[in-house]
Nanobody, 124 residues
């Protein structure tokens, strides 16, 4: 099973930026659904952004125009560039992966590969 390790979280002030990274144990290229989810204390886990198949992207309405998902050319690392951060972006961010079989899961539990998470805290 693919292993995923997130990094890049931290504390930042409102309006600041962070870049999260997710290192995979194997090449994921265009054959996987690669997503970022987040969960704030007391809240449901939320789908944030994803790359499906080769280059189709998904963004939650709450992050459109502020977050950018990308991957490196080697197909081993997934990134999430987060700009103009807001207090409501404070959460634990998780990287997940699932083999692409024509569709991608919509729920966190549908992904068989999941990282341990990296904490993002945005303060005013």
């Amino acid at each position: 099973r693919m292993q995923l390790v997130e990094s890049g979280g931290g504390s930042v002030q409102v309006g600041g930026s962070l870049r999260l990274s997710c290192r995979a144990s194997e090449y994921f290229g265009g054959g996987f659904c690669m997503y970022w989810f987040r969960q704030a204390p007391g809240s449901e886990r939320e789908r944030v952004a994803g790359i499906e198949a080769i280059d189709r992207t998904y963004y939650a309405d709450s992050v459109k125009g502020r977050f950018v998902i990308s991957k490196d050319d080697a197909g081993m690392t997934l990134f999430l560039q987060m700009n103009d951060l807001k207090p409501e972006d404070t959460a634990m961010y998780f990287c997940v992966a699932e083999e692409y079989l024509g569709y991608c899961p919509r729920e966190f539990e549908g992904f068989t590969a999941r990282g341990q998470g990296t904490q993002v805290t945005v303060s005013s």
